[in-house]
């Protein structure tokens, strides 16, 4: 089945990705001409704790998955020691359905690295890694040719950022991961930067206060470090101008998002939208309606591992606060869109199949629950289950992962909240692949 080539839009001017017609990536020079490396010229000319406490204000939430605020992260650091300070960069993306961080290192590097030496500068961290999955190939050449490119212009390098506009000198290296999606995970990052195997570290201590190498480091997502370099320059009133407050009155969702769509849609792609877009909206406006017209069943909120949006929450707000549909969170705000022939028993069955392949196996309850959840979905989809086995998986679901406290990392919270938000909204679908359990009956004399 051909491919269909994924749609850019923007709504935002984050970015000068240009026609998606013609689209290609952005090299230094074109950068430069389109104001380029401002944001860091203007950054560099604040003092450093005023840049996180620009960032801090303006509620910049992660864009990888939790929507932990960079500028709270960023403020978790200790004071310099004269020691190395990393920060480690998280484009792994192999969250099932996500991929809007490719489209940045595909076509705008230097706005990534932008908002990397704002982030050193800031957080006065003298060395980014920037770690890449190992199956972005194409995009590992572009951006180590982007880091070849910053070196040569004076961004990174022993002069100071800049050309030496501060003496404070940055070093930017390229790590290319090995396909584990437990890199992911930001310790299991570390570990791996390390040379070690991806394996998520027990927490406390926190990464800010002994991470790579066991020095502080930071780390941040692609996308959060891309939205840095508009809130320095544009201001944090322009940011909170986007985006939406809490309905339900936790921490807003200010600014815009990258939203990348996948299934059933006319015109998938990734497209920059403010936080709190209706899903339908999202749909019906973006990506040209459900595909052939067929009716809305359902979506993968944003990743596989935050569960499902069911047939009656199309509506559902895109923002932090989406976890009131009973979903894990927001996530990478990447859904996976299914029309009304979906089977869900089979989704769930494919969900539960890669979580328990890439389970790191270090924590009991994951690496044994993972390989349950997939007999019994496995069993279920060929009618050969019971009741007792629908039941069963429930159980087995919701006492695995990091809520229950019985697991290091939050993989095993993916792993349950797929499954529990699919047997939970499609539940008929699921009974009726399954037999009545039988009970016999003892009937005593007399009775």
Known sequence: MAMTEPVLTKRIPTAPWGDPKDRRTVDLAEYLRTDGYKGLEKALDQKPADVVETVKGAVLRGRGGAGFPAGLKWSFLPEPDGGRRYLAVNCDEAEPGTFKDRLLVDFDPHHVLEGIAIACWACQLDTAYFFIRGEYHHQAKVFQRAIDEAYEHGIFGKQGLLKGKVPFAVDC?????????????????????????????????????????????????????????????????????????????????????????????????????????????????????????????????????????????????????????????????????????????????????????????????????????????????????????????????????????????????????????????????????????FIPVTVTAGG
């Open 173 to 437: 290296h390229l790590h290319r991961g090995a396909g584990a999606y437990i890199c992911g995970e930001e310790t299991g990052l570390l570990e791996a930067v390390e040379g070690k195997r991806g394996w998520p570290r027990i927490k406390p201590p926190f990464p800010a206060v002994k991470g790579l190498f066991g020095r502080p480091t930071i780390v941040n997502n692609v996308e959060t470090l891309a939205a840095v370099v508009p809130i320095i320059e544009n201001g944090v009133d322009w940011w909170k101008s986007h985006g939406c407050e809490s309905a339900i009155g936790g921490a807003p969702s200010y600014g815009s998002k990258l939203m990348g769509v996948s299934g059933h849609v006319e015109r998938p792609g990734v497209f920059e939208c403010d936080l709190g877009i209706p899903l339908r909206e999202l749909v019906e406006t973006h990506c040209g309606g459900m595909k052939n017209g067929k009716a809305f069943k359902g979506a993968i909120a944003g990743g596989v591992s935050m569960g499902v949006l069911g047939p009656d929450q199309f509506d559902a707000p895109m923002d932090f606060d989406i976890g009131r549909f009973d979903v894990l969170g927001l996530g990478t705000a990447c859904p996976t869109v299914f029309d009304e022939d979906t089977d869900m028993v089979a989704v769930a069955r494919n969900i539960a199949r890669f979580f328990k392949n890439e389970s790191c196996g270090q924590c009991t309850p994951c690496r044994e629950g993972s390989g349950w959840i997939l007999k019994l979905i496995t069993r279920i989809e060929r009618g050969a289950g019971t009741t007792k086995d629908l039941d069963l998986l429930l159980e087995i679901a919701g006492s695995m992962g990091l809520t229950p406290g019985t697991t290091i990392c939050g993989l095993a919270d993916g792993n349950n909240w797929a499954v529990r938000t699919i047997v939970n909204k499609y539940r008929g679908e699921f009974e009726a692949r399954v037999k009545p359990q």
